[in-house]
Nanobody, 124 residues
Framework: QVQLLESGGGLVQAGESLTLSCAASGRTFSTHAMGWFRQVPGKDRLFVAT????????YYAGSVKGRFTITRDNTMNRLYLQMNNLNPEDTGVYYC?????????????????WGRGTQVTVSS
């Protein structure tokens, strides 16, 4: 089983930037496609970004395209989300997730392993 731990969340003002990190356990990190999801209390967990196992393919939610960048470093078992020009609608708990297959996915049910999340709050 893959253990995931997010970090880097915090409180920022609109227009500022933040970088999230996700540390993954084990020796199989490079075989998993990865994703970032955002959730607000009482709301569904929403897709943010995904990256294939080797980092060659990425896909973003329309609301973050051009502002966020998902990357991975397989030598360090790390996943990142660079968030620029943040707005209040980006507020939520951000979850790192891993799926068993190589390819990108946008649905939460495609991912088997989840971190506990890190809070991002963007004030207007």
């Amino acid at each position: 089983q893959v253990q995931l731990l997010e970090s880097g969340g915090g409180l920022v003002q609109a227009g500022e930037s933040l970088t999230l990190s996700c540390a993954a356990s084990g020796r199989t990190f490079s075989t998993h496609a990865m994703g970032w999801f955002r959730q607000v209390p009482g709301k569904d967990r929403l897709f943010v970004a995904t990256i294939d196992n080797l980092g060659g393919t990425t896909y973003y939610a329309g609301s973050v395209k051009g502002r966020f960048t998902i990357t991975r470093d397989n030598t360090m078992n790390r996943l990142y989300l660079q968030m620029n020009n943040l707005n209040p609608e980006d507020t939520g708990v951000y979850y790192c997730a891993a799926r068993r297959t190589f390819t990108v996915g946008v649905r939460a049910e495609l991912y088997e392993y989840w971190g506990r999340g890190t809070q991002v709050t963007v004030s207007s």
